[in-house]
């Protein structure tokens, strides 16, 4: 994956949630842009509190190579 498409997805106007499906099988749902930041070879994934975007509880950091997939929530996920 490169970060070219990971900023296609981040910057898609309107804005819509998607999944990140990795290599391992884990994902991650991305429901605001504040959520990622996108680098040359990672991604700093941050999990929310609550729906403000403008403060977060934790981050991830995870490598470009292992992205499996990149896809639109059409569900809600609970």
């Given at each position: 994956?490169?970060p070219?498409v990971?900023?296609?997805w981040?910057?898609?106007?309107?804005?819509?949630?998607?999944?990140i499906r990795m290599?391992s099988?884990?994902?991650?749902d991305i429901?605001?842009?504040?959520?990622?930041?996108?680098g040359?070879r990672?991604l700093?994934?941050?999990?929310l509190?609550?729906?403000?975007?403008?403060?977060?509880d934790?981050?991830?950091?995870i490598?470009?190579?292992l992205?499996?997939?990149?896809?639109?929530l059409?569900?809600?996920v609970?």
């Amino acid at each position: 994956m490169t970060p070219e498409v990971i900023l296609n997805w981040v910057k898609a106007n309107p804005f819509r949630p998607f999944r990140i499906r990795m290599n391992s099988g884990k994902t991650y749902d991305i429901r605001h842009p504040e959520m990622v930041r996108v680098g040359k070879r990672d991604l700093l994934i941050f999990t929310l509190v609550s729906d403000s975007s403008d403060v977060y509880d934790r981050w991830e950091n995870i490598g470009l190579l292992l992205i499996e997939s990149v896809a639109h929530l059409e569900t809600p996920v609970g």
